[in-house]
Nanobody
């Protein structure tokens, strides 16, 4: 089993930046896809970004502002978020797509103030 732990959330002013990290432990494998999702209060959990061995994918609203990257040596995926907007406020979750299951982290809260 793979366990995920997010970190790096916090309070930031609009226009600021944050870097989220997702550390994987357990039966890790650098070939599986990893993704970030977010859930704002009262809303469904939405896709933000994903990374595979060959590609990266982004939700339209974050393209150009967010960058997903992977450090295979550290079994960590990062989400670099710049030019943050109040509508980016949400709990951010990391997800791993393993061959037979998906697993989620507990989430980290990002709050963007005006």
């Amino acid at each position: 089993q793979v366990q995920l732990e997010e970190s790096g959330g916090g309070l930031v002013q609009a226009g600021g930046s944050l870097r989220l990290s997702c550390a994987a432990s357990g039966h890790t494998d650098s070939t599986y896809a990893m993704g970030w999702f977010r859930q704002a209060p009262g809303k469904e959990r939405d896709f933000v970004a994903a990374i595979t061995t060959t590609n990266t994918y982004y939700q339209h609203s974050v393209k150009g502002r967010f960058t997903i990257s992977r450090d295979n040596a550290e079994n960590t995926v990062h989400l670099e978020m710049t030019n943050l907007k109040p509508e980016d406020t949400a709990v951010y979750y990391c997800r791993a797509n393993l061959p037979t299951y998906r697993t989620w982290g507990q989430g980290t809260l990002v709050t963007v103030s005006t």
